[in-house]
């Protein structure tokens, strides 16, 4: 199994930055595509921006210039650093991982994940 904990949500005023971490924890031989989506009240959850193992990323386009997304094979972890907050990107951001690839402890096998989310609220 492979398991992602997200953190580095909150509040912050219209402007400002966050900066949120995602790791992934279990027996992880390689990850492929690590993503973060977000999911505000009442709508569908979104994809906001994706990175390959190799490091190639696309973003939506509300968030191109002001959101980037990084990450740390070694560590397992992919970060989004969120600059120019806007209200509208209030919502509940999750990690995702397309596909991992983990040691049972007799064979490998691959799974797809989501982390429990974390609350970003951006105040006018």
């Known amino acids: 199994q492979v398991q992602l904990v997200e953190s580095g949500g909150g509040l912050v005023q219209a402007g400002g930055s966050l900066r949120l971490s995602c790791v992934a924890s279990?027996?992880?031989?390689?990850?492929?595509?690590m993503a973060w989506y977000r999911q505000a009240p009442g709508k569908q959850r979104e994809l906001v921006a994706a990175?390959?193992?190799?490091?190639?990323?696309n973003y939506i386009d509300s968030v191109k210039g002001r959101f980037t997304i990084s990450r740390d094979n070694a560590k397992n972890t992919v970060y989004l650093q969120m600059n120019s907050l806007k209200p509208e990107d209030t919502a509940v951001y999750y990690c995702?991982?397309?596909?991992?690839?983990?040691?049972?402890?007799?064979?490998?096998?691959?799974?797809?994940?989501w982390g429990q989310g974390t609350q970003v609220t951006v105040s006018s």
């Open positions: 995702n991982v397309d596909r991992a690839t983990y040691y049972t402890g007799s064979s490998y096998r691959n799974s797809a994940s």
């Open positions: 279990g027996r992880i031989l390689s990850i492929n595509t």
């Open positions: 990175i390959t193992s190799g490091g190639s990323t």
